[in-house]
């Protein structure tokens, strides 16, 4: 067995306004520098083997807050990047509708073999995405190496693990939280994740800023 801490990225500048992130590398804010200093404090006295990362500097950044005070090296991961919106991209949510309605509408439907026009990067369906995390996650749990394992990634990525571990498919509307320097906790087991503990916050109780929710529901 190998327990998850599956960890979303402390807080952008672009998720305190709602523009879409997707595979566009953006960097922490002031919030979520705050943010990813207090996890990796609550994190400390955690039995890590080993913190993996999203190659996207808000979840690097995230993943070097937990690593560097223990004395860790990040574990840089491609495959826990963020699903690719395409030309989604760079709009705030409230302008997507507007420009690509008809896209949005199979965005908003959760359209799992829907893609979104192309924009600087070709958009993943929603089953590529899917596909891609679970095997990634499996490909890195399943070498074996670790009892406890750190993956610092992004929203859509927590969503996909979640839905995974609960057999819970993409028709069922997103009714559980994924915050910004989130701890969910899972458990490898016999081939599949085991939902444990979700959304803990509480290593921020003390900060002015609220953990904003992942805005796609």
Not at 16 to 27: E, N, T
Request: aromatic share 8%; with cysteine; hydrophobic share 40%.
């Amino acid at each position: 067995m190998t327990e998850v801490l599956l960890i979303r990225h402390g807080e952008t500048a672009w998720n305190a306004v709602k523009r879409l992130q997707g595979h566009l590398d953006i960097p922490l804010n002031a919030t979520g520098e705050r943010q990813a200093a207090a996890l990796g404090r609550a994190l400390l006295d955690e039995p890590l083997d080993a913190v993996f990362s999203s190659d996207l500097q808000r979840a690097y950044q995230t993943a070097q807050a937990v690593a560097a005070p223990r004395g860790m090296q990040v574990l840089v991961d491609r495959g826990l990047r963020e699903r690719c919106y395409g030309a989604f991209e760079g709009m705030m949510y409230a302008d997507i509708s507007q420009r690509y309605p008809q896209a949005y509408a199979a965005w908003q439907a959760r359209d799992i073999d829907a893609r979104m026009p192309q924009g600087e990067h070709e958009a993943e369906t929603l089953r590529e995405f899917s596909q891609r995390v679970i095997q990634t996650i499996t490909r890195i749990v399943e070498q074996g190496r670790y009892r406890k394992v750190a993956l610092v990634t992004h929203g859509g990525v927590l969503e996909c693990a979640y839905r995974a571990a609960q057999g819970v498919g993409f028709a069922h509307p997103r009714d559980f939280d994924i915050f910004n320097a989130s701890v969910n906790r899972l458990q490898w087991c016999k081939g599949r994740l085991k939902l444990v503990e979700w959304g803990d916050v509480s290593h921020l109780e003390n900060l002015d800023e609220l953990a904003l929710d992942e805005i796609d529901r």
